[in-house]
């Protein structure tokens, strides 16, 4: 039986994904937690082979989550769960330790695909996405831009894109404030961004 953690912070997708698998012979909804903290606090009495977890989770987000999963849980696979791009976000959560990366709105013959691949050892990605990188295609308007950032640069903009202060970000990071200001004029930089405005705008034309 593959035991599963679902870390989302809507109801909803938990219930739903719980139910989901309920009547399934291979694979176990074992819990939800609806933010990142809460996942190291499930994991400290429960054991599961794969978190299906969101980006967007409130206290700690998702990469950062994975990057704290990494050293203190290497055994337990991630399959990121989210409605942002694929093409922007799927590298980036690779690199930080996920196995796998699927979209919200994937079918439930897909999700089953992954967690059954992810469970197996492999890596999960969209079929697409997994010929554009063989070949070096880009379809995405922002490829451009998501393909100079590191995965360290995707996770500083995500949060400086929801409201988070220099101070909020290192804390959460657990950088300190001047590396912050470093990562934003680098971001600054690589997205052509004279300001945190224009900065912002280009994130948002990330997720678009």
Do not use: C, W
Request: aromatic share 6%.
């Amino acid at each position: 039986m593959i035991k599963l953690l679902v870390a989302d912070h809507h109801p909803i997708i938990r219930k739903g994904l719980e139910l989901l698998f309920l009547t399934s012979p291979v694979i176990k909804v074992e819990g939800g937690v609806d933010d990142g903290e809460s996942i190291f606090d499930f994991l400290k009495s429960n054991t599961v082979d794969i978190l299906i977890s969101e980006i967007d989770l409130p206290k700690l987000n998702g990469i950062t989550a994975l990057r704290r999963l990494k050293k203190e849980y290497p055994n337990l696979k991630v399959l990121m769960f989210s409605t942002h791009p694929e093409e922007v976000y799927a590298m980036s959560s690779i690199k930080a330790g996920a196995s796998g990366y699927i979209s919200k709105t994937a079918n439930i013959l897909t999700l089953r695909e992954a967690i059954l691949k992810i469970d197996q050892g492999g890596i999960y990605l969209s079929n697409d996405l997994t010929h554009r990188l063989a070949f070096g295609e880009r379809v995405h308007r922002t490829g451009s831009f998501y393909k100079k950032l590191s995965t360290r640069e995707v996770e500083v903009l995500k949060l400086l894109s929801i409201g988070k202060k220099n101070k909020e970000i290192a804390k959460e990071l657990d950088i300190n404030e001047k590396t912050v200001s470093t990562y934003k004029a680098r971001l600054m930089k690589k997205l052509q961004a004279s300001n945190l405005v224009e900065l912002l705008n280009q994130a948002k034309l990330l997720e678009s």
